[in-house]
């Protein structure tokens, strides 16, 4: 079937951005006074010195910032339908360019009010005219403590540019340079080894393609070695140099700084997971044993357990089982979730010239929207219930909160989207009676274990220890790195894995090893999500009353403090061990059915 043209596509199955602008001529219209408006911000620099003043450029900040914002939406949203429409690639272009004008015109705002003395900044803080924007004020003083001289600062400014060198030059060896070789299908036809398609080969039935694809990637990289272990050093000592000069007493606590979360979280995700480890030792064991080979090898880690299940579901199919999975977060959440369906939040299927993926994303003020490529089975069921989870916690914080307090931090965005993951997925299992489709099913869902809090907690735990490594003077070699590295996968995965020495170069094609101290979220989202959904199906009403005070809770407090009012400690092991509970029960029932 050929993919439909944009015009083609059913006005029931696109998004309505008449909600957001009625027509370009609105946009234009809103676009001109925008540009008119911010002139004014310059009439309060330099006299941040009262309350009515700190508030007047807090009010024009946060009605500048919601304008652009709603034609930055608008105009990406219309260029996401299709990208290859001129029109909307430069409206795109408009929106970015006032975008940053606007940004500079209010750039004078957080260092004037970092500039004034400490007893003034508390005083504002208290001041009850100014206790919309106290979270914000206390957040300025927070980071007061890391900012330096003018002079330094201007200093800094200028080093940014050379700070991006490791990741720039990492990309380019790993998306330009790198070539790797041909290899031969289940077919013995020779053919063509990419980034893309190294995990189709990974899911291979065929074991020997497995081994081909995986031997070839890692020969590839060992070759690079010596400059991919130089750039990442360099990125490390990249790190290093700012949380010296900006007063941190590590890289870990620098990077942690920004979401307020304190290094316990982080050692407590890295220990509460070495005491799981049995669990995941256990999955391996029951890996080799559902595929049936004599050694469980690093490339057996993606190949299907279940002969390739067919289930075809239709979008409508999938909204009314996201529906039923949903129910135990009770109608209210429901009757936003059946809105979102029925009045077109969601771009549904692919169209010449869309983006692809998925996300949710919208301005605040008019409801979220949410872009799929929908096809008709499992993983797009479970891609439209995320986004789903997205849009509603923007929904919910939205409709209860001031513009500002609105935007949740990273550190909580994959909470909402893969809680309704868990429920789906709940709801899933106690409704199968096919043994094969309840196995898929299991496997699909402890294989999200194992990549989104195993492995990631395993790459969280080797960017600790190599940046311990390199403050406590050591050089981090090539062999170093493999070393840590192959030590980590051993201890793991376990004794039932063959853990192959070519994996000792899986570090060198690791993109996010450029984000420092990132990938950790994805492990508390994920075990944070998972307590949630085991605490509402637990306790009901209470459970859910406390989840929705979370979804409502925007980015108003710290985002550790949201998620402990609404029963999920991240500093404390407890949340890990939910999920882990969670985990272990997938296995029982796994194990049952192999029987």
Same mark, same amino acid.
């Given at each position: 079937?050929?993919?439909?043209?944009?015009?083609?596509?059913?006005?029931?199955?696109?998004?309505?951005?008449?909600?957001?602008?009625?027509?370009?001529?609105?946009?234009?219209?809103?676009?001109?006074?925008?540009?008119?408006?911010?002139?004014?911000?310059?009439?309060?620099?330099?006299?941040?010195?009262?309350?009515?003043?700190?508030?007047?450029?807090?009010?024009?900040?946060?009605?500048?910032?919601?304008?652009?914002?709603?034609?930055? /939406? *608008? +105009?990406?949203?219309?260029?996401?339908?299709? @990208?290859?429409?001129? #029109?909307?690639? $430069?409206? &795109?272009? %408009?929106?970015?360019?006032?975008?940053?004008?606007?940004?500079?015109?209010?750039?004078?705002?957080?260092?004037?009010?970092?500039?004034?003395?400490?007893?003034?900044?508390?005083?504002?803080?208290?001041?009850?005219?100014?206790?919309?924007?106290?979270?914000?004020?206390?957040?300025?003083?927070?980071?007061?403590?890391?900012?330096?001289?003018?002079?330094?600062?201007?200093?800094?400014?200028?080093?940014?540019?050379?700070?991006?060198?490791?990741?720039?030059?990492?990309?380019?060896?790993?998306?330009?340079?790198?070539?790797?070789?041909?290899?031969?299908?289940?077919?013995?036809?020779?053919?063509?080894?990419?980034?893309?398609?190294?995990?189709?080969?990974?899911?291979?039935?065929?074991?020997?393609?497995?081994?081909?694809?995986?031997?070839? /990637? *890692? +020969?590839?990289?060992?070759?690079?070695?010596? @400059?991919?272990?130089? #750039?990442?050093? $360099?990125? &490390?000592? %990249?790190?290093?140099?700012?949380?010296?000069?900006?007063?941190?007493?590590?890289?870990?606590?620098?990077?942690?700084?920004?979401?307020?979360?304190?290094?316990?979280?982080?050692?407590?995700?890295?220990?509460?997971?070495?005491?799981?480890?049995?669990?995941?030792?256990?999955?391996?064991?029951?890996?080799?044993?559902?595929?049936?080979?004599?050694?469980?090898?690093?490339?057996?880690?993606?190949?299907?357990?279940?002969?390739?299940?067919?289930?075809?579901?239709?979008?409508?199919?999938?909204?009314?089982?996201?529906?039923?999975?949903?129910?135990?977060?009770?109608?209210?959440?429901?009757?936003?979730?059946?809105?979102?369906?029925?009045?077109?939040?969601?771009?549904?299927?692919?169209?010449?010239?869309?983006?692809?993926?998925?996300?949710?994303?919208? +301005?605040?003020?008019?409801?979220?929207?949410?872009?799929?490529?929908?096809?008709?089975?499992?993983?797009?069921?479970?891609?439209?219930?995320?986004?789903?989870?997205?849009?509603?916690?923007?929904?919910?914080?939205?409709?209860?909160?001031?513009?500002?307090?609105?935007?949740?931090?990273?550190?909580?965005?994959?909470?909402?989207?893969?809680?309704?993951?868990?429920?789906?997925?709940?709801?899933?299992?106690?409704?199968?009676?096919?043994?094969?489709?309840?196995?898929?099913?299991?496997?699909?869902?402890?294989?999200?274990?194992?990549?989104?809090?195993?492995?990631?907690?395993?790459?969280?735990?080797?960017?600790?220890?190599?940046?311990?490594?390199?403050?406590?003077?050591?050089?981090?070699?090539?062999?170093?790195?493999?070393?840590?590295?192959?030590?980590?996968?051993?201890?793991?995965?376990?004794?039932?894995?063959?853990?192959?020495?070519?994996?000792?170069?899986?570090?060198?094609?690791?993109?996010?090893?450029?984000?420092?101290?990132?990938?950790?979220?994805?492990?508390?989202?994920?075990?944070?999500?998972?307590?949630?959904?085991?605490?509402?199906?637990?306790?009901?009403?209470?459970?859910?009353?406390?989840?929705?005070?979370?979804?409502?809770?925007?980015?108003?407090?710290?985002?550790?403090?949201?998620?402990?009012?609404?029963?999920?400690?991240?500093?404390?092991?407890?949340?890990?061990?939910?999920?882990?509970?969670?985990?272990?029960?997938?296995?029982?029932?796994?194990?049952?059915?192999?029987?």
């Amino acid at each position: 079937m050929s993919t439909l043209k944009r015009s083609e596509v059913k006005q029931e199955n696109t998004w309505k951005l008449e909600d957001l602008f009625e027509n370009q001529q609105a946009w234009d219209q809103s676009y001109n006074e925008l540009k008119k408006a911010y002139s004014d911000a310059s009439k309060y620099e330099g006299k941040l010195n009262n309350a009515g003043n700190l508030k007047a450029v807090f009010e024009l900040e946060d009605e500048l910032s919601l304008q652009i914002e709603r034609l930055y /939406v *608008y +105009a990406h949203l219309h260029h996401d339908e299709d @990208t290859t429409n001129p #029109t909307y690639q $430069a409206l &795109v272009e %408009k929106a970015k360019k006032l975008s940053v004008e606007i940004s500079e015109a209010l750039s004078f705002i957080t260092p004037e009010i970092l500039s004034l003395p400490e007893n003034e900044l508390d005083a504002f803080i208290q001041n009850p005219e100014l206790a919309d924007y106290k979270f914000t004020l206390e957040e300025i003083k927070r980071e007061k403590a890391h900012i330096l001289t003018k002079t330094e600062e201007a200093l800094l400014a200028q080093v940014g540019n050379l700070s991006q060198a490791p990741q720039s030059i990492f990309g380019m060896i790993n998306n330009a340079d790198l070539k790797f070789p041909k290899i031969k299908d289940e077919n013995g036809k020779e053919v063509e080894l990419t980034h893309g398609s190294y995990i189709q080969f990974l899911e291979s039935p065929h074991r020997e393609v497995r081994e081909r694809a995986f031997k070839a /990637v *890692y +020969a590839t990289y060992a070759k690079q070695k010596n @400059t991919i272990a130089a #750039t990442l050093s $360099a990125n &490390v000592n %990249k790190n290093m140099f700012y949380s010296k000069v900006r007063k941190y007493p590590s890289v870990l606590e620098m990077s942690l700084y920004g979401d307020n979360i304190s290094k316990e979280v982080y050692t407590n995700l890295i220990d509460t997971i070495h005491e799981s480890l049995p669990l995941m030792h256990r999955y391996m064991k029951l890996r080799k044993k559902l595929l049936g080979v004599d050694e469980l090898h690093m490339y057996d880690l993606f190949a299907p357990l279940v002969e390739e299940y067919k289930w075809d579901i239709t979008y409508e199919e999938a909204k009314g089982m996201i529906e039923e999975g949903l129910k135990p977060l009770g109608e209210n959440y429901l009757k936003v979730l059946r809105d979102g369906f029925n009045k077109r939040w969601i771009d549904v299927y692919e169209n010449e010239g869309k983006r692809t993926g998925a996300y949710s994303w919208g +301005a605040y003020g008019t409801h979220p929207y949410v872009l799929l490529n929908h096809k008709n089975n499992l993983n797009s069921m479970f891609t439209l219930a995320h986004e789903m989870g997205h849009a509603l916690h923007s929904y919910f914080s939205d409709e209860n909160l001031k513009y500002r307090d609105a935007q949740y931090t990273i550190f909580l965005a994959e909470v909402a989207s893969t809680t309704n993951e868990a429920l789906l997925m709940d709801y899933l299992l106690k409704k199968s009676t096919d043994p094969k489709q309840k196995m898929y099913l299991l496997t699909y869902y402890a294989d999200q274990f194992r990549t989104t809090i195993f492995r990631q907690t395993m790459f969280a735990e080797f960017e600790k220890l190599i940046h311990e490594r390199a403050e406590s003077g050591e050089s981090l070699t090539p062999q170093a790195l493999s070393s840590i590295y192959y030590d980590l996968n051993v201890k793991y995965y376990g004794s039932d894995m063959v853990v192959d020495q070519d994996i000792e170069m899986e570090w060198a094609r690791i993109p996010h090893f450029y984000t420092s101290f990132y990938v950790y979220k994805y492990a508390t989202g994920f075990s944070a999500a998972t307590s949630f959904s085991k605490q509402i199906l637990e306790e009901g009403t209470p459970a859910v009353d406390r989840y929705l005070g979370f979804l409502k809770s925007g980015g108003s407090d710290f985002s550790i403090n949201i998620l402990k009012k609404a029963g999920v400690d991240m500093s404390s092991p407890e949340p890990i061990r939910e999920a882990m509970s969670v985990f272990e029960e997938l296995l029982d029932q796994m194990e049952q059915l192999s029987k």
